[in-house]
């Protein structure tokens, strides 16, 4: 039995990948920790669930990665994908702090397995979790718990006594009721605000009620907000996230991974007008497929279609929901409630403006449009080989950005400068910091570890002076 009166060293809140990290580094540094999840026991773990790798910096390959990927190489990843819109020096500092991860990690009882097939090419920078992130979560909840980590489920917090930058106490409710538990220090490890529609609505407008969020239903930015309000500094864009095309067809929540479409580079992408409004061989996959989310979120009642015909049937993973089919241009049309003359006359235009060359997905190929905008530069080939395809999709929200500005210590930052007495962020909560915008496959994770085990470290630290 958890004893609420009692008052921990350290109070951690949320229930994922940077909760648990920070958890059991406080644990190990000798602090009584208590974590509060929102969620149910069966559905603890939030967005990690979904997960799949993370992405370390390592000198030289491991058992399963395939070559070295130096701090340098992942710092000028970083800066690509963000486009400058980072911290460099705390950037610079996870960075370095991940290469110690990839054994931390592993000694919490993780295991890694060698890189999927049909992934993103991420072979040689993200170590995979064995069994996934359901599997990396039941370990790290064992760990913490054979520490001496107090873990409460259904333990949803709905206020924080906050004075002048020093956590006091949180508000939790239980059942019909509400507990006040009060902690030496604070990790907050709540997750984005991605779940939250009537927030994202703020920023989108009436769009944010078209997207579909692939993760948890409990991130609600509920902690986020809080913090905000009570004086901690605001970091990030609130309409920068990370986002996907994923299946029009998903649930509204947890759809994960299996519904996402990594289909766009072997044919095209039409708006409701069914007219194409982006190149869709631009760069290599990997390095575009998190555009796509944003992409179709610009346009009209945030839907999408992306059409191929038989020659690449089998040439992506297999998903969830099977394509749409029909035997012509116009009846795949008329089944996606498209206009069928203005379908064909995309797709006439496409075929027309197709240069011949030799395909090759995995490399930026010499198949492209000639004469056409938006162009195609790389994979275009005619669209000619019946049955024709389509798979109809939305935006898919993974996380948002918008955060609690820390320091290199995962000590929140308060609006006047002042570093907080007692508050830490980690994961989600505080990726803006390093994630203006623009994402890398696999940094979620690396985010979370590395600034939720230096948070438990800190507030651990904190508790005992
Ligand atoms: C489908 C999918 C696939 C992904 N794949 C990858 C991948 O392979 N690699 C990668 O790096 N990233 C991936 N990500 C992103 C990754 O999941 C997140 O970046 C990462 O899990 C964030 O960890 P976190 O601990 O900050 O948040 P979460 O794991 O989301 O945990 C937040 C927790 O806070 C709890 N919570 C929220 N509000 C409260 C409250 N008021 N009181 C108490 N508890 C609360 C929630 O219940 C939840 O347990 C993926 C995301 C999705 C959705």
Redesign the pocket.
């Known amino acids: 039995m958890v004893d609420l009166s009692r008052k921990y060293d350290v109070l951690v809140?949320?229930?994922?990948?940077?909760?648990l990290c920070a958890a059991i580094s406080a644990r190990r540094d000798g602090a009584s920790v208590l974590v509060?999840?929102?969620?149910p026991k069966f559905?603890?773990?939030?967005?990690?669930?979904?997960?799949?790798?993370?992405?370390c910096a390592h000198d030289a390959a491991t058992d399963i990665l395939t070559g070295p990927y130096t701090e340098e190489e992942f710092w000028e990843d970083l800066l690509r994908v963000t486009g400058g819109a980072t911290d460099e020096a705390l950037a610079r500092h996870m960075i370095r702090e991940s290469k110690d991860i990839l054994g931390w990690i592993v000694e919490q009882g993780v295991r890694w397995q060698p890189s999927l097939g049909g992934t993103l090419s991420l072979g040689r920078t993200n170590s995979f979790f064995l069994g996934g992130?359901r599997a990396m979560l039941n370990a790290l909840y064992l760990t913490a718990e054979q520490l001496g980590v107090d873990v409460l489920y259904d333990?949803?917090?709905?206020d924080l006594d906050i004075d002048d930058g020093m956590f006091l106490s949180a508000t939790v409710k239980r059942g019909d009721g509400r507990a006040i538990v009060a902690a030496s220090a604070l990790v907050a490890?709540?997750?984005g605000f991605e779940a939250n529609i009537e927030w994202l609505r703020q920023y989108w407008g009436e769009a944010a009620d078209n997207f579909l969020i692939?993760?948890?239903p409990?991130?609600?930015g509920?902690?986020l907000k809080i913090l905000l309000e009570k004086g901690v500094q605001e970091i990030g864009d609130p309409t920068q996230c990370?986002a996907v095309a994923i299946d029009a067809r998903a649930p509204k929540f947890d759809g994960?991974?299996i519904t996402r479409h990594d289909s766009v580079v072997f044919g095209i992408v039409v708006n409701k007008n069914a007219q194409r409004f982006y190149d869709e061989g631009e760069d290599i996959w990997p390095k575009r497929y998190a555009i796509w989310g944003r992409l179709v979120a610009a346009q009209p009642d945030q839907i999408a279609y992306i059409i191929f015909d038989a020659s690449s049937r089998n040439s992506f993973m297999p998903t969830l929901f099977p394509p749409i089919e029909a035997p012509g241009i116009a009846g795949l049309a008329s089944k996606l409630e498209l206009d069928p003359a203005a379908l064909d006359k995309t797709v006439g235009e496409f075929n027309a403006a197709v240069r011949p060359g030799t395909f090759d997905h995995t490399v930026l190929d010499d198949c492209r449009t000639e004469g056409l905008t938006p162009p195609k530069s790389h994979w275009a080939r005619r669209l000619e080989t019946p049955p024709f395809y389509a798979y109809p999709v939305r935006p898919g929200i993974?996380?948002t950005y918008l955060g609690t500005r820390v320091n290199k210590a995962a000590r929140m930052v308060m609006r006047d400068g002042r570093p907080a007495a007692n508050m830490f962020a980690?994961?989600?909560?505080m990726?803006g910091n390093v994630l203006g915008r623009g994402y890398a496959?696999?940094?979620?994770?690396?985010?979370?570890s590395v600034f939720?085990r230096i948070a438990g470290r800190e507030a651990a630290n904190n508790a005992r002076n």
């Open positions: 809140i949320g229930g994922g990948n940077a909760a509060l999840e929102g969620a559905y603890r773990g939030g967005n990690t669930r979904h997960t799949r790798n993370m992405r992130g333990a949803e917090v709905v490890a709540a997750g692939r993760g948890t409990y991130n609600r509920s902690i990370h994960g991974i993974t996380f980690a994961g989600e909560i990726a496959a696999g940094m979620g994770m690396t985010i979370g939720g």
